[in-house]
Every structure is written in structure tokens, then in C-alpha cells.
């Protein structure tokens, strides 16, 4: 592919979202080559060292990662979204800096927000507060509370279900723990306030293809050396815990302790990574100022030329109307 490897005009951010097993890592390679920048991985789980085959990272070559942000953590450190964002923004400020685009891909949803906008997080938890409402919640159930919650913040009650205890809880918290404190009023997620313009593509896939792919992945993850992996790690990780979050660790230590076979390990994988499939196709239908691009039965280089094209499309746009306001 050729394309613009060097873009006067002003400074734009490329980013790359879909369901695990669609295809970013093939596209994104060739966008980043393409627009003359590296690829920021924004993967939650790809950051650990460690397990690169289990959090199916891109292969390194000559012990160097393909992208950025890969494999920069120890498999027992905790990393959040504000961690997260504390080494990826720098990264993108510096790519904008010398070659005026930015390029970031990955499938954390959370991750990416926080690398592209500055969220209104929600604030540290009352433990106090929050055991109060947890003994009310089994006294009085959640739909008592979720009624309670419709008084003080109707936006945040319409947006979460009666039954989602967890959440109700959390935005009564909030809305109670606050003078004028309000859930919705946190819930930035949805509404980007980019720091810089912004290209924001979407990939996504007939449901029975990309099932076909997680499957298929699933079986070769296994196949090629995950178990090792975990084998090797065990020993330093907490269950829920750094790497030890990544589908898979759970699955492969039930295997390794007699309580699954391989084939059911290999189904039990593929069915936990297309429940997170879903969960990142709701996302990106709740990303509305995204581009979604179907990506069934086309190739790598096709998609990838598209995005392209796009992003050099928005960055003659907005050169344009600064052109035209310069005039008036």
C-alpha cells in the first residue's frame, strides 16, 4: 500500500476498535505502515508480559514488539485505564508532533476512551456509604433501590436495569454521596470530547465468521504453548489479578489441574471469548460518532486503504475549513 507518510495540515488520530478476532492486528499493521507511524496497542491485557500466545499479542521480531504498549508490564501489576492513559497519551502527542498522524488500535473499549478523551471517572468509593446500601440492597432488594435511585437521578435510573444490582448500588453512591452528585452526569463514555480530531473506525463481522475465527483461535492458542504459559506464571499471579484476567488463565488452570480436558478447555475458552465478542459489539453500537466498516469476506489491505482514505479525507476537511475561516 502507498500512501501519505507525511501529513502537513492539522494533526489527526486514527483509531481502531472491533470484537476480538475480526482482524485489527492484519488492518492496523498496514494503516500504521501506510501513514508512516508505529501502532499503539489499546488491549488491556496485551500490556503483560508473559503470556504473549494466552493474550494472542502480535509476534515480536528480533525481541522488539510490533506495536507500542505491548508487553510493558509484569503479569502481577494492576493496571487501570488512568494507567493506561498516562503512557499512551505521551505516545500520541509525539507521533502527532513529527508526522501529524497518530494511530491506535485495540478492543478495550475503556482503554481507548481514556486514551482519546479525558473521562469524568466517577469518584473513590465510601466504603461506609457503600456497605449501608449493599445491607439495604439484601434486606430491600434492587428494585427498591432503583426507585429510590428514579428520585434522585432519572437519567441515570432510565439508563440502568432494575435488576443490575451492582450499578444501582454505585449510582445511588454516587448521587448520595455528593452535594448535587449524579451517576449520568459521570457517564462520559459516549460522549467524545476528543483532545484531538479524531477518526474512530469501527470493524465488525457476520456473527458466524467471527465465531468461526474465536473458535479457530482458541484451539490454536492451546495447540501452541498457552498452557506453558500459565504453567510458568502460576506461581506469581492472584486469581482476578494482572495477566491472570486474560480469558483463558482460568480455563487453562482448570486443565492443569485435572479438572478439564483439553477439548473442553478449548470450548470453554472459545465460549468465554465470544461472550466478550458481544460485549465489545455493544460498545461500538454505543460508539456513535464511530465508522463502522464490515469487514466479512474482505481482505486486510482492502480495509485498511478505506481507513486510510478516510482519515486523509477528514484531514483535508478540517485543512479546508480552517482555509475558509482564514478568507472570512
Request: hydrophobic share 40%.
Amino acid at each position: 500500500m502507498g500512501g501519505p507518510e507525511s501529513a502537513p495540515g492539522l494533526p489527526v488520530v486514527v483509531a481502531l476498535f472491533g470484537p476480538t478476532g475480526v482482524g485489527k492486528t492484519a488492518v492496523g499493521a498496514r494503516v500504521a505502515e501506510t501513514l508512516g507511524v508505529r501502532v499503539i496497542s489499546c488491549d488491556s491485557l496485551q500490556v503483560y508480559r508473559g503470556l504473549p500466545i494466552l493474550t494472542n499479542q502480535p509476534q515480536a521480531v528480533d525481541g522488539r514488539h510490533a506495536e507500542a504498549l505491548v508487553g510493558v508490564a509484569g503479569p502481577e501489576e494492576e493496571w487501570t485505564a488512568a494507567v493506561y492513559a498516562s503512557r499512551a497519551v505521551p505516545l500520541i502527542e509525539q507521533d502527532l508532533a513529527t508526522t501529524g498522524w497518530a494511530f491506535i488500535s485495540g478492543g478495550t473499549g475503556l482503554y481507548l476512551r481514556a486514551a482519546l478523551a479525558p473521562l469524568a471517572m466517577a469518584p473513590p468509593a465510601d466504603a461506609a456509604l457503600r456497605a449501608s446500601l449493599e445491607e439495604r440492597l439484601r434486606l430491600e432488594g434492587p428494585e427498591r433501590l432503583h426507585s429510590e435511585l428514579a428520585e434522585r437521578d432519572p437519567t441515570a435510573a432510565a439508563r440502568i436495569h432494575p435488576r443490575n444490582a451492582r450499578r444501582v448500588v454505585r449510582a445511588l453512591e454516587i448521587s448520595m454521596g455528593e452535594p448535587g452528585g449524579a451517576f449520568s452526569e459521570r457517564d462520559e463514555l459516549w460522549k467524545p470530547r476528543y483532545r484531538h480530531p479524531t477518526l474512530l473506525v469501527g470493524l465488525t463481522m457476520d456473527r458466524h465468521e467471527l465465531w468461526e475465527r474465536i473458535d479457530r483461535r482458541a484451539r490454536e492458542m492451546v495447540q501452541r504453548g498457552a498452557v506453558e504459559e500459565v504453567r510458568h506464571n502460576r506461581m506469581v499471579l492472584q486469581p482476578g489479578k494482572g495477566a491472570a484476567k486474560a480469558i483463558g488463565y482460568q480455563e487453562i488452570v482448570a486443565l492443569l489441574d485435572g479438572e478439564a480436558t483439553e477439548q473442553q478447555t478449548i470450548d470453554r475458552i472459545a465460549q468465554a471469548t465470544r461472550r466478550y465478542a458481544k460485549r465489545q459489539l455493544t460498545w461500538m453500537r454505543r460508539l456513535e460518532d464511530a465508522v463502522i466498516m464490515d469487514a466479512t469476506g474482505r481482505e486486510p489491505d482492502d480495509l485498511a486503504r478505506a481507513v486510510v482514505d478516510l482519515a486523509v479525507g477528514m484531514k483535508a476537511g478540517f485543512d479546508q475549513e480552517r482555509s475558509d475561516d482564514a478568507v472570512r
